[in-house]
């Protein structure tokens, strides 16, 4: 029996498997995947209904298994058996176990709410699994952050449906959906999509479908395997697919099973860096699961020149491309190095492609120049840094035209009152001779960063223009907003950051308004949050 919600084909519940009036169809299997390497994913389990695989879930320890509430609404543990480290159904593989309990979430309803949630349940084991398997490890919100950020890739493995009302694979498949925004999510499936919930986009129709339910998406770290989420729905097999976020239920999963938390997960070394002329300013953007308790750069020219500094400027003595390292050392004294090309001096511009943001939220087809190189957007991503994520960027041609380009006009501001300080962060490759800032009230200035004071409270659109040593003009026009007294009034509310991850109910200010988030969100702009955005207003500071 299918059950339809807004006319929508949604799929998840295994219908295939499991027959119950409360039962939607949406029953996830890989589409335009390919075939797992034998016994690669020793997490990997198949729930078995009366013999028959119809969900799938994740060996989280000898003794328990995550998996999907919605495949176990018409299961028992006398008919429900599990199938771990199997790669071919049809064989006689793996190691095939009772249940001894089933334990639901306590606010799942069944799968006519899926989509609101609590779609996750855990199977105690009545014999341990073969010590031969590896179960997957509960990610910390930092592993997340690190692997499974919007446009990293993420595999979802299971036998379901090869296609939309196809037939299922006797031998397990995978394909690496990359992670994609709430806000984009939300989009696609037509549902505003809960911060419990994590999602992964598939590019030309790949995604998860029928009898992968309750399957993992998961990361490699090392020779770790994590548990990211939980396939849970999505709409014909195709596109966006929801998964069950497992960072949103860790202490649930832990109060259930008494699993311990996760062995401290290695530091991520990243940088970026801005060049003026002959010197260089890095900014770390290195990340630990607990903390990074050192930096050591080397900058890769004759001179030999290093530092331990954290976002250490550095003075080449020529112009030239070099190899920056930097190495990062975290708490448990582990370590992690990561190398970058760094042009100096003179540069070969792409002249007319717009560099690189990473606040940008980018869709197929657009363009950009990023070290030197064209990259075109194969799929939706915000923060993806082009060298990065090749399953979101294609590489183009070198950029090998001389023209010089345009200076990058950008500015940042922070109020205090009717008090505005302005940070200019424009930048060109070559010099900026001039500067211009209008800040809507009849009143300029012509000095690089400075400060305005306003006689009233309100909204200014504010422009700033700059040109450089070739006479070539850019600006840029923002709204800034101004209020009497200071922003104590927003009661220790912080200002909204590109970098921070915010969850539903979390707080930000722009100006002197108040946003609160609907959803899991990073990157979205609350000024600028469409109509399945991520913030709403909430109040002005007072």
């Not at 295994?14 to 029953?27: F, H, N, V, W």
């Not at 595999?155 to 449906?161: A, E, M, N, R, Y």
Request: net charge negative.
């Amino acid at each position: 029996m299918k059950i339809t919600l807004s006319a929508l084909a949604i799929f998840g519940a295994l219908t295939s498997t499991y027959t119950s009036a409360s039962e939607i169809d949406m029953t996830p299997n890989i589409v335009g995947g390919s075939e797992t390497p034998a016994y690669s994913r020793p997490y990997q389990v198949a729930l078995l209904m009366n013999g028959r695989q119809g969900c799938g879930g994740t060996l989280l320890s000898r003794d328990w298994v995550l998996t999907a509430a919605h495949c176990l609404d018409s299961a028992s543990t006398s008919s429900l058996t599990v199938k771990i480290g199997a790669h071919s159904l049809s064989q006689n593989d793996g190691q095939v176990l009772r249940v001894s309990q089933i334990i639901n979430h306590e606010q799942w309803r069944g799968a006519n709410g899926i989509r609101s949630g609590y779609d996750i349940a855990v199977l105690r084991l009545a014999s341990p699994a073969d010590a031969k398997y590896t179960p997957a490890k509960l990610p910390t919100t930092e592993i997340e952050r690190q692997y499974a950020n919007i446009g990293n890739a993420v595999t979802v493995s299971g036998w379901g449906l090869t296609s939309n009302r196809g037939r299922p694979s006797d031998r397990l498949l995978e394909v690496a959906l990359p992670v994609i925004s709430n806000a984009s999510c939300s989009s696609q499936l037509n549902y505003n999509i809960p911060s419990s919930v994590i999602c992964g986009g598939g590019q030309g129709g790949k995604s998860a479908c029928n009898g992968d339910s309750g399957g993992p998406y998961a990361v490699r770290v090392g020779n770790d395997f994590y548990s990211i989420g939980t396939v849970s729905w999505g709409i014909g097999c195709s596109g966006a697919t929801a998964f069950t976020r497992t960072t949103s239920y860790l202490n649930w999963i832990k109060d259930k099973t008494g699993l311990n938390d996760p062995i401290d997960a290695p530091p991520v070394a990243d940088f970026d860096v801005q060049v003026n002329q002959f010197n260089a300013q890095f900014t770390d953007r290195s990340s630990d699961d607990k903390a990074i308790a050192s930096h050591y750069w080397q900058f890769g020219d004759s001179q030999g020149g290093t530092s331990s500094d954290v976002n250490p400027s550095y003075q080449f003595s020529q112009a030239g491309t070099y190899t920056v390292s930097l190495t990062v050392t975290d708490s448990a004294q582990q370590t992690h190095t990561t190398t970058k090309s760094v042009q100096i001096g003179s540069t070969m511009p792409c002249n007319g492609v717009t560099p690189w943001s990473a606040t940008t939220a980018y869709a197929l087809g657009d363009k950009v120049s990023y070290q030197g190189f064209e990259y075109e957007a194969t799929w939706w991503s915000q923060g993806a840094a082009p060298d990065k994520y090749s399953q979101v960027w294609k590489k183009g041609s070198a950029c090998s035209d001389t023209t010089d380009p345009a200076p990058t006009v950008e500015f940042s501001v922070t109020t205090s009152g009717l008090v505005a300080t302005f940070s200019n962060l424009s930048r060109d490759n070559g010099q900026i001779t001039q500067t211009n800032w209008l800040f809507g009230d009849g009143n300029s200035s012509t000095e690089f960063s400075p400060t305005h004071s306003y006689r009233a409270a309100g909204d200014y659109q504010v422009s700033l223009s700059v040109t450089d040593d070739q006479g070539q003009v850019s600006q840029v026009t923002k709204t800034v907003s101004v209020s009497n007294g200071d922003n104590t009034g927003c009661n220790g509310i912080q200002p909204w950051s590109a970098e921070q991850v915010y969850l539903a109910g979390d707080q930000a200010t722009v100006g002197n308004i108040i946003y609160r988030a609907n959803w899991w969100v990073q990157g979205e702009n609350p000024t600028s949050s469409g109509p399945w955005g991520a913030w709403q207003e909430n109040g002005k500071c007072q």
